[in-house]
């Protein structure tokens, strides 16, 4: 009985750190979609000279895989798939401010995108580890089988 109601607290504690994580990933998604669909930016602008890539096909780009993400996170099946989906997309994304010129302080505030970046990042790897068998359940069943062993 004392197992039974332990694991019944277990289960509510994975899921609301899982939907606390998730909803911090569709919020800082989404609300940097403004910056991205309104115009050119600092950080696209200077992605771009460094590049070579276009600048607004490059920032709507991005933006629409952060759309994805965001969904994916928010939708209880494909929460796993949507935690890695963001922790490729903010990798991607601190790849860039240390490896670029674009710097981790672009725009002389702290590195407050940039600390953004790595903690949506985080979050991402939380929801992954866990929803780690929404994310088993979508590999062939060898590599699956191999993985969780």
Not at 12 to 26: P, R, S
Not at 28 to 50: A, C, H, N
Request: contains cysteine; neutral net charge; hydrophobic residues 55%.
């Amino acid at each position: 009985m004392v197992q039974a109601e332990t694991s019944k607290w277990k289960t509510i504690l994975v899921n609301l750190a899982a939907w606390l994580a998730a909803i911090w990933i569709a919020y800082e998604l989404l609300f940097y979609l403004q910056y991205k669909l309104t115009g050119p930016t600092l950080v696209f602008e200077r992605l771009s000279d460094w590049s070579g890539i276009p600048e607004k096909p490059f920032r709507l780009f991005v933006a629409g895989m952060e759309i994805v993400a965001a969904i994916l996170v928010m939708i209880p099946r494909l929460q796993g798939p949507g935690g890695l989906f963001t922790m490729g997309i903010m990798g991607g994304a601190i790849f860039f401010h240390i490896f670029t010129p674009l710097t981790i302080d672009p725009y002389e505030d702290g590195g407050k995108l940039f600390q953004e970046a790595c903690f949506t990042f985080l979050m991402g790897a939380v929801v992954a580890w866990l929803r780690r068998e929404q994310i088993l359940a979508w590999l062939p069943r060898r590599v699956a089988a191999a993985l969780a062993a």
